[in-house]
């Protein structure tokens, strides 16, 4: 089976941004069967098709650099008025699993992106992948 991941950054850059995309080349090393996208500027890229290939090379120059620098972002949340698109874009290109990293809004839409591509067959996972600067994300386990 092929994987197709794709990451979308939303919100404010934070430190680890980069640092998820050299775990998911790291991961992508050892699954041969795994291609990995990133949608250029966040929300901006997805609704407009920019889409990037996620290689070693291309990612040479950011590999221990932190923030969002590679892929960039774009606004803090993804409208639900998005979600049909995002399930678009995913069917077209063929994507099994997205990624979107940020802060609690993103925690939150994913959660309802999830839920939604669940009520809609969707059969892409959404995964959420948190990165804050303000160090609001907390549970009791710290």
Not at 10 to 37: M, Y
Not at 87 to 96: D, L, N, S, Y
Not at 105 to 119: G, M, P, Q, R, V
């Amino acid at each position: 089976m092929t994987n197709k991941i794709a990451v979308l950054m939303l919100g404010n850059a934070s430190p680890g941004g980069n640092n998820i995309v050299d775990g998911l080349l790291k991961f992508q090393n050892q699954r041969k069967n795994t291609t990995l996208i990133g949608f250029v500027n966040g929300i901006e890229g997805l609704l407009n098709d920019q889409i990037l290939t996620i290689s070693e090379e291309s990612f040479a120059p950011y590999r221990n650099l932190g923030g969002f620098d590679y892929l960039g972002r774009s606004s803090e949340r993804l409208p639900r008025e998005n979600f049909e698109k995002v399930a678009m874009v995913c069917a077209r290109e063929g994507i099994t699993g997205l990624i979107l990293v940020g802060a609690t809004h993103t925690l939150t839409d994913a959660a309802t992106l999830s839920e939604n591509f669940l009520e809609n067959n969707i059969p892409t996972k959404v995964v959420a992948i948190p990165t804050t600067l303000d160090g609001n994300i907390r549970h009791g386990y710290f």
